[in-house]
């Protein structure tokens, strides 16, 4: 009988698998990797258990619910493709630790805080160096254009169009491909970023726009982490509050785009379909999943609803 692979063995052969289909797994296969390390550390051997799944979701104690579900929802895909191979594989039943989605309340950043933010990614050290250069771009990118952090990362130098101000961002969520306008102040940051890394890195290991000092592509787990640095030295880690994430400035771009178009008397329901197109959704319902009622939103809300009320029959 043939000996089973290891577990780390298997989720990397998993998520080698899932990325020739097109797939990212950025955090997913993070997290995967550490739950095989975990299985075959504690001495298991055979396929994945309910049982195994569900310690290892709720090892980090002080997770939240939502969290520990995600833990577990990515073993049971990972379960699923397992059972293929391996019958006797358990796969976590649905709902085991409660609802398979739960909307995480997304921290909307001010524009103070995102200018806070530019300015402490500038002190990074080498502060003459293009690190701090890249991270200052590449942060400020995602604030006024609403990339995913997976697309900004994505792009090459051919991708950056910025003869003709566009960005190509080819083939990311949901296999779509999609150009993206650049505004005339965003496309002046970018020519002197790409010159500075030209300059700094002549000849560079990467195509990618964005390079690490040492003149590489960035890698994502990289970045989360330099950016939770920040966060601390900014003191945005509050007890009981919602931490600033990455993926909260994609959040905080479509608010703003909603709250200037109220301003601007611009007609909601049709406009909504553009900034679904431009953010790269298969439908106008994942738009409004990044949609939040901060205050000036709720405020615009009570106005009209008051010059309603007010009118007359």
């Known amino acids: 009988m043939k000996k089973q692979k290891s577990m780390v063995a298997q989720v990397k052969e998993y998520i080698a698998y899932k990325r020739k289909l097109g797939v990212q797994l950025h955090t997913e296969a993070w997290l995967l990797l550490r739950f095989a390390k975990y299985a075959d550390k504690s001495g298991h051997t055979g396929p994945v258990t309910t049982e195994l799944a569900l310690k290892w979701a709720c090892l980090p104690q002080k997770g939240s619910q939502p969290y520990h ?5 990515i073993i049971r895909r990972f379960a699923k493709y397992q059972a293929i191979f391996y019958p006797k594989t358990e796969i976590p039943p649905p709902r085991i630790l409660g609802p398979n989605y739960c909307r995480t309340e997304p921290y909307i950043y001010s524009q103070q805080e995102i200018s806070t933010l530019l300015g402490a990614c500038a002190q990074l050290r080498p502060v003459d160096g293009l690190r701090p250069r ?4 590449l942060f400020g990118l995602l604030a006024c254009t609403g990339l995913r952090i997976s697309e900004a990362l994505k792009l090459s130098r051919d991708d950056v169009d910025l003869a003709n101000g566009v ?3 080819a083939k990311t969520k949901f296999r779509k491909s999609r150009l993206v306008p650049i505004d005339i102040s965003v496309l002046k940051v970018l020519s002197k970023y790409a010159d500075f890394r030209d300059q700094y890195h002549p000849i560079a290991k990467s195509k990618k726009f964005f390079l690490s000092e040492k003149g590489s592509s960035l890698v994502h787990s990289t970045v989360a982490h330099t950016f939770i640095k920040l966060r601390k030295k900014l003191g945005w880690r509050t007890k009981g509050q919602r931490q600033p994430r990455i993926r909260d400035l994609r959040h905080s771009f479509a608010c703003r785009r909603l709250l200037l178009w109220y301003e601007q008397g611009v007609d909601i329901n049709h406009a909504i379909y553009s900034l679904s197109t431009y953010l790269g959704h298969v439908g106008v319902s994942n738009t409004y999943w990044y949609l939040t009622g901060v205050p000036e939103l ?4 009570v106005k009209k609803f008051e010059k309603f009320a007010s009118r007359k029959g």
Do not use: E, G, K
């Open 298 to 301: 709720f405020a615009i809300a």
């Open 134 to 137: 890249t991270y200052a771009t």
């Open 69 to 73: 579900v995600f833990r577990v929802r």
């Open 167 to 169: 960005m190509l961002i």
